[in-house]
């Protein structure tokens, strides 16, 4: 099956692939509709390979990668 690019990835600014958690990020620039296209495209993903507990994300904030600041 062939699916769409999801809006969150229409924008490079947008988005980055952590590799230390396997799965795309959102960065602060996303904006609402990018964060609810990221929710959505997460929960049909996991959703749809047959997990025991329903993937939910409750917090947004919790996908969004903020750099450690260096002092």
Same mark, same amino acid.
């Given at each position: 099956? @062939?699916?769409?690019?999801?809006?969150?990835?229409?924008?490079? /600014?947008?988005?980055?692939? +952590? /590799? /230390?958690?396997?799965?795309?990020? @959102?960065? /602060?620039?996303?904006?609402?509709?990018?964060?609810? +296209?990221?929710?959505?495209?997460?929960?049909? @993903?996991?959703?749809?390979?047959?997990? +025991?507990?329903?993937?939910?994300?409750?917090?947004?904030?919790?996908?969004?990668?903020?750099?450690?600041?260096?002092?």
């Amino acid at each position: 099956m @062939l699916l769409d690019m999801p809006y969150f990835m229409t924008n490079e /600014e947008w988005y980055i692939k +952590s /590799e /230390e958690k396997g799965m795309y990020l @959102l960065t /602060e620039k996303a904006p609402k509709e990018a964060q609810e +296209s990221y929710k959505e495209f997460y929960e049909a @993903l996991y959703n749809s390979q047959n997990y +025991s507990d329903k993937f939910e994300i409750k917090n947004i904030n919790d996908y969004i990668y903020r750099p450690t600041q260096k002092n």
